[in-house]
């Protein structure tokens, strides 16, 4: 069995990803970033999460990406609600997954862990570059080019994307199987008490749930 | 000409680099990083490097690498004092490039800019992995997936790491003629009031100075 780091944002994908991560895992720590996003609440949904779970250790750490800035996300503009457009989105964060991955291959080298999991989806998903395949694969080799397990001892470390590949419908399914709380999960970017159920994030959430036949189970202003 | 983001450390290395990077670009900005290093003297360096050199704009950004931990830089554990040896020092912080060219991609991708610079060394080095040509090409195109100037509009963003393949005595003849003020820099571990002389990269500093035939400006508590 593996030993593992998993980004646990808060989200569905994540969370999905974690529970996963626990059933192939005999030791599971989260890492969590507090990096200046609308949506603060998915932290206290991941510190949540985390808890049900039985995560080993799980840090939440601050990221000054607001700083760089780029995003809607982070603040700058509105959060768009019109529905899925073409292109990349202003809530894009520019390389979030990269520093993410990045953290989590530092600490995985620092526990002696062998395995990092990240809730990227590439198939109901905003169009994020650092959502896809060829971006996973290629940064997993970069960053094992950068760690003292794989340069000293030849020990490869693993970037597991399990729902990568999966349609929302699939991982919902999934994670009623394994027992996800879904309802202490959080998707939406707005920022808001409830989820707005306009933004992208909401929007691909609600329909998913729809096609799946089950009530979502977080409350929303509005349901389109 | 370019547009460049230099991550400045205040060291020998990035202070080098930079002089260079400043011939090669139309604009030039830099990035340092306090995340909890012994040293924290380089980064008044790196800011003073900056305003002589006349950089566009100077972020110095917090992070939390102390809370990965697994560096004697970051306090866990003394400074290797006995020279260098094989095999990957304690000093080495795990993944510290990879988060640093991250950011640097991120900022880049926000100005607009198309390369980044960075002062690694690969020759006279105390053998981090992230140092290494593998690792800058591999890391490069990784970053470059993740941006959104390669996936919607196919533009490259170029590392250079310019004085990765020169050994420490070509750094500073080139840095003497481009006229690099090293009495500004600062490359000791330990962090003291002097440089200390006995950490590797005083030792890699002094040898280098001595290999040249001048005298280091900086000044030091003891020098073997």
């Given at each position: 069995m593996s030993k593992g780091v998993v980004l646990l944002s808060g989200g569905m994908d994540s969370a999905v990803t974690a529970w996963i991560?626990?059933?192939?895992?005999?030791?599971?720590?989260?890492?969590?970033?507090?990096?200046?996003?609308?949506?603060?609440?998915?932290?206290?949904?991941?510190?949540q999460l985390g808890l049900i779970l039985g995560i080993k250790r799980h840090k939440v750490l601050d990221l000054p990406l607001k700083?760089?800035?780029?995003?809607?996300?982070?603040?700058?503009?509105?959060?768009?609600?019109?529905?899925?457009?073409?292109?990349?989105?202003?809530?894009?964060?520019?390389?979030?997954n990269?520093?993410?991955?990045?953290?989590?291959?530092?600490?995985a080298e620092v526990l002696g862990y062998d395995t990092i999991y990240i809730g990227v989806n590439s198939v109901d998903y905003s169009g994020y570059p650092d959502c896809r395949?060829?971006?996973?694969?290629?940064?997993?080799?970069?960053?094992?080019?950068a760690s003292k397990r794989w340069v000293e001892n030849k020990k490869f470390t693993s970037i597991k994307a399990p729902v990568?590949?999966?349609?929302?419908?699939?991982?919902?399914?999934?994670?009623?199987?394994?027992?996800?709380p879904f309802a202490d999960t959080w998707s939406c970017y707005v920022g808001g008490e409830k989820a707005c159920g306009l933004c992208d994030s909401c929007r691909?959430?609600?329909?998913?749930?729809?096609?799946?036949?089950?009530?979502?189970?977080?409350?929303?202003?509005k349901e389109v």
């Open positions: 991560a626990k059933r192939e895992c005999e030791e599971l720590s989260a890492l969590t970033f507090k990096y200046g996003q609308r949506h603060q609440k998915e932290i206290s949904c991941a510190l700083d760089i800035g780029g995003s809607s996300l982070l603040g700058e503009g509105d959060i768009p609600t019109e529905g899925l457009s073409k292109g990349i989105p202003s809530t894009w964060v520019p390389q979030r990269s520093i993410f991955l990045a953290f989590a291959f530092g600490w395949p060829e971006f996973i694969s290629d940064i997993e080799i970069a960053l094992n080019r990568m590949q999966m349609r929302k419908v699939e991982e919902i399914r999934l994670g009623m199987e394994l027992g996800v691909l959430r609600l329909e998913a749930f729809k096609e799946v036949g089950v009530k979502d189970p977080v409350e929303y202003e």
